[in-house]
């Protein structure tokens, strides 16, 4: 079998040693790369039950047979560990182009274990494991982090993983970075590297990933640059990026705005992505094999921003700041995405967690200073919740904990303890359905739903034989996570084209059948470890205000709207009504 190294590398920082294991051609046609990989590792080496800051709560780094290929989309990298947000499966992933040095350091996983007694950074090379003091790093932020350590390591184009203080202080939504501004956002994974007290992973080597096919790789890369630089998907990413979702989000009514009260806002043309190329000069960025070039590199104008240097802001950072947050200046986004980055902070949760709290501060549940379109005073929360001061430290353990706190369960939205993603599922029901499902909490990449939602292949509000289309749907996202691949080439990666990256890089021949087969595999193990962490059905579903309150429009999903939704998926996917899997 192609496209791996057929090793895995553990390292176990506790008593600073490593070693190599093979992995067998069995072990891989079972679960292949990415999420795959990485979700049968955590189950075969996590102790059912663990505390996620414990040292044996293991943080694992995957990579897929398309990762260091000339395939668009392949420059990837996956992190899967029990998140200390949800205390569930957690996975995360980021492009930029450490997936390629960490290829090239010769494994196709790497599983860090144990906890060190003082600051520690890693560089994992194909030469071995070398545990470097990270004392003069602690405190500082990412982008200080990650200058600090290329002027440390004499390879050429190292991949450079970072946390920066949130994760040294175990926020529970702090984030990994790599590549100056492209990150594993979501779940928390900056929190389990500062539990182990691991500032930076470097990566470096010269091993090349054996590929079924490379010059068929490299032809049939060449012939999708001929045939979509100039697709109109292509050419919407480039131009605009993320924040297009704005406008079309606002004209679907699912902007999720005023902390999930409205959906819509006023100031739409304030934030929106025309906005960013009036007033912030984008300009297009992609990452190290792609065509598409989704992010921006932008520079604040004018104002008290001036000059202010970001790549971003992306829809998701634009909703959580511009949408619940309701702030209506563009430049007040980057600023406060730009204070995310440094901090470490994952902006979505961060700006989710600030609308709460403007909202517990007016039901007088919290001394606070803070208000909607109030960028400082949200700027001051964020800095508190790192530092956990006062309320911050609260905030720092997430949505649920919090809400809790504060009797405010009704007033909280959040899935498993993860907070949705910008698009309403009242305007959008398939969406509710994702939400309540994704293995992760409350995730809009599991299935990127909106998708066939707002481009008119099913009708939003639909509700029989829905679930059908979003298994499909669900099916080939997780195998571009297994590859891995990027989501945003959904578009020009049918399921025959899967089919040809996989055959082209493991020189597996494997039809659609074969394909849903192995996502299934995939998307089962995730579940069993769900499971095995105590999950039951009664996860799987909406926060109350999502279901027993409706948007301004009158548009609503009811919990017979939400059942009949997870029912379908549970037959589908071959699960007991409970929920448990058939085995």
Not at 524 to 543: H, K
């Amino acid at each position: 079998m192609y496209g791996f190294f057929k090793q895995r590398l553990t390292v176990d920082v506790s008593n600073r040693s490593f070693q190599a294991e093979a992995l067998s051609d069995t072990f891989l046609r079972a679960c292949m790369g990415g999420k795959g990989l990485g979700t049968q590792l955590l189950l075969d080496n996590n102790p059912v039950g663990v505390d996620p800051f414990s040292p044996d709560n293991h943080f694992v780094l995957a990579l897929g047979p398309a990762t260091d290929s000339p395939l668009h989309g392949s420059c990837r990298h996956g992190i899967y560990a029990k998140s200390p947000l949800t205390g569930l499966y957690s996975e995360s992933y980021s492009g930029g182009s450490a997936a390629i040095a960490m290829s090239r350091a010769g494994f196709d996983a790497y599983v860090i274990k144990g906890a060190s007694d003082r600051p520690l950074w890693l560089e994992i090379s194909d030469q071995g494991v070398f545990f470097h003091a990270a004392d003069d790093l602690w405190g500082l932020d990412t982008f200080e982090t990650e200058a600090a350590i290329r002027k440390k390591v004499a390879a050429k184009s190292p991949g450079i993983l970072v946390i920066g203080p949130a994760g040294e202080n175990c926020v529970r939504f702090a984030v990994v970075k790599n590549d100056g501004w492209r990150v594993a956002g979501r779940t928390g994974m900056g929190a389990v590297l500062g539990s182990k007290k691991i500032k930076a992973i470097v990566f470096h080597g010269a091993q090349k990933r054996p590929f079924a096919d490379l010059q068929g790789l490299k032809d049939y890369a060449k012939q999708m640059l001929k045939g979509h630089k100039d697709h109109p998907v292509t050419q919407a990413y480039r131009n605009h990026g993320t924040p297009m979702m704005v406008d079309i989000l606002n004209k679907a009514g699912g902007f999720p705005s005023r902390y999930w009260s409205q959906g819509v806002v006023q100031q739409r043309e304030n934030i929106n992505a025309q906005s960013i190329k009036d007033r912030c000069q984008p300009k297009p960025k992609a990452c190290r094999t792609c065509f598409l070039a989704c992010g921006k590199s932008v520079q604040v104008q004018q104002g008290r921003h001036q000059g202010l240097k970001l790549e971003g802001p992306e829809y998701e950072t634009i909703y959580a700041f511009g949408g619940l947050c309701m702030i209506d200046q563009i430049e007040e986004i980057v600023y406060l995405n730009d204070l995310c980055d440094r901090l470490g902070l994952d902006t979505m949760s961060s700006g989710n967690l600030a609308a709460f709290a403007i909202e517990a501060r007016r039901r007088g549940k919290i001394d606070l200073e803070i208000d909607y379109n109030q960028p400082d005073q949200i700027a001051a929360l964020l800095k508190k919740i790192v530092l956990r001061q006062d309320v911050g430290g609260l905030l720092a353990e997430g949505i649920r904990p919090a809400s809790e706190e504060l009797g405010l369960e009704d007033l909280a939205v959040h899935v498993k303890g993860l907070e949705p993603s910008g698009y309403d599922p009242r305007a959008l029901k398939g969406m509710g359905l994702a939400y309540a499902v994704a293995d992760r909490g409350a995730c809009h990449l599991r299935t990127t739903f909106y998708k066939p939602e707002l481009a008119g292949l099913i009708d939003p509000d639909q509700i029989e034989d829905k679930a059908a289309m979003f298994v499909d749907f669900e099916d080939r996202c997780t195998l571009f996570d297994t590859l891995i691949l990027c989501r945003f080439y959904r578009d020009l990666y049918p399921w025959e084209e899967i089919g040809n990256m996989m055959a082209l890089t493991t020189g597996e021949e494997m039809p659609k059948a074969d394909l849903q087969a192995l996502a299934a595999r995939v998307t089962d193990s995730a579940r069993r470890f769900n499971l095995r962490e105590g999950m039951r059905r009664r996860d799987d579903w909406l926060p109350k205000r999502l279901l027993n309150e409706a948007l301004p429009d009158g548009r609503r999903i009811t919990e017979t709207d939400l059942k009949q939704l997870i029912d379908d998926y549970y037959r589908l996917r071959g699960w007991l009504d409970t929920g448990q899997l058939q085995d």
